[in-house]
């Protein structure tokens, strides 16, 4: 390949030709050819990514885009936070891996998470490390909650996602991802989102075919579902049930956790408290991995060994985190959430209503618009398809998701600047304006 393209300053977005370009398209090419076929990603957007600073990333033919997948949201305070860099590389030349060993960088990472979740909860909730996926935290949660009930049932809701492994996979909504997996994990069952009357109804009727749960599975936001928040009603409802039939309700933040909706946690938003908390994604505020869950100390019925993982000590995670931390609340990163949030809100309102736009919904820095046709109502797959297209021809990045994949959804970096939201969100609105009505 041959050498990159004068760089531009990543300030700007900025798009010189068709895409790919020459040296992004080499990329991709080598990359068909080694790379197993479930990558994702460049099948949607055909660049190969050279650096990233900030909210902005650059490719390798020199093209500069706004990132507003930001990693699918691992990327909270945006590409290579210089402090937060700092502090990796600090421990780098400490100690870069510590298994389940005690040390001090593991113990910074304890308390600051154990310190932002509220007071009513951080003397009774314990900590544990999993394998370094949300993923596999999600595995890990539902083998606590069987652990500790000795049941074996778990309910989940449709539309909501939790991984794709094996049992991660059974939970999620999505049955394309099944369809060639035989044998899922047993005992699931899926009921409607946003809709406490049929789960009550189920788990409390004697003929209602469903022995109590070891747990309940939530989303507060589905994400990959569509950006569709949780009712306060319906949340409280569950919040309800479980606890009156003794079942553990376990809240997946994966997503949404670490400040994405503007809390800490979005459970916070719905006066609830949860027996288990999943996190991932963002906890290291650059990418590095690590997933956790934080628990009942009720619940803490384990043996030693009973759910480990090699990487579970991942020291640079546990630098990255601390000082993501420090950095948020010193800068009131969360009110910027909150603010960007209606930033974006205030944007986006002018689309609702128009054409082959269904519903423009989101949270803090979490936002989807869902494109269906305007003539069938139809999920809109080639509209939104066609405006991720035309964001990324014009210097940003957007991600789809829900149903048939009719949602367009912006992930940005949570420190992201009022200046940056408003130059994507005329990009944004052009994109769909531009190919929302359009009908096949």
Known sequence: MTALVA??????????????GPLSAELLARQELRESSARTYPR???????EGSGSFVRDVDGNVFIDFLAGAGVLSLGHNHPEVVASVTRQLGLLAHGLDFPTPAKDAFTEAQLSMLPPELREKMKIHFCGPTGANAVEAAVKLCKTATGRGDVVSFQGGFHGSTHAAMALSGLVSAKRNVPNTMPGVHFFPYNRAEPLEQALTDSLGGIPPPAAVLLELVQGEGGVVPAGPEFVRRVRELTRDLGVPLVVDEVQTGCGRTGTWFAFEQYGIEPDVVVASKALSGIGMPVAVILYDAALDTWEAGAHIGTF???QLAFAAGVEAIRVIRRDDVLGNVRRRGEQIAGRLAPLTGRPGVREVRGRGLMWGVELADPVTGRPATEAASAAQAH?????LIVELGGRDDCVVRILPPLNVTAEVVDTACSILVDAITARAARTP
């Open 7 to 20: 760089a531009r300053p990543l300030t700007a977005p900025y798009v010189d030709g068709e895409l790919p």
């Open 44 to 50: 949607h957007l055909p660049i190969a990514l050279a």
């Open 312 to 314: 579970r000590g991942n």
């Open 391 to 395: 964001a990324l021809r014009h210097g």
